[in-house]
């Protein structure tokens, strides 16, 4: 389930502020996450089309109220790394990780749409983040960036 919106480099905060909302949605249904906490872009532009999401069991019984969406990650083949660290510095790894597939040959289910980039899915997993450290050191957030078939 998730929160879709458009933010900038400015607001990109309050996507991930939609991450709080929706455990808190899921606690009081007594439900427990089927995995980590994600933000899904659908567009790069100048304002991103963010989607902050959480995953939740197939059978789970979600009543769907605005502005929480359900829907499917695309399946497909998936281009993946890990960062440890500071999340400040994922900007600059996520661009040593798009130059890396395309030095490879790689293409990402994405297309120019002339207002910017719109991909299949492309997904920021959160894996160790503030409410297990405090210390950004140690946060741990996976890239899973869908190859093109």
């Known amino acids: 389930m998730g929160i879709r919106r458009p933010v900038t480099m400015q607001t990109i905060g309050d996507a991930a502020g939609a991450l709080s909302a929706l455990a808190d949605r899921l606690t009081a249904r007594e439900i ?21 999401g959480v995953p939740v069991p197939a059978d789970a ?15 497909g ?4 790394t890990t960062h440890v660290g500071d999340p400040d510095e994922l900007v ?9 597939a395309e030095r490879n040959g790689l293409r990402w289910d994405a ?11 492309r997904l920021e ?11 950004r050191s140690t ?6 960036f869908r190859l093109a078939d």
Not at 34 to 45: M, N, Q, S, V
Not at 125 to 135: A, N, R
């Open 77 to 80: 083949r998936y281009l993946t």
């Open 125 to 135: 997993i959160y894996h160790l983040g503030p409410d297990d450290d405090p210390d």
């Open 61 to 75: 019984q979600i009543a769907v109220e605005t502005p929480v969406e359900t829907g499917v990650l695309s399946a």
């Open 111 to 121: 297309s120019d749409t002339g207002a910017g980039e719109r991909w299949g899915c």
């Open 139 to 144: 946060w741990k957030t996976q890239l899973a």
């Open 32 to 52: 427990t996450p089927a995995g980590p906490d994600f933000l899904r872009y659908h567009a790069i532009d100048m304002a991103r089309e963010v989607e902050a």
């Open 92 to 100: 600059a790894v996520t661009g040593a990780f798009l130059e890396w």
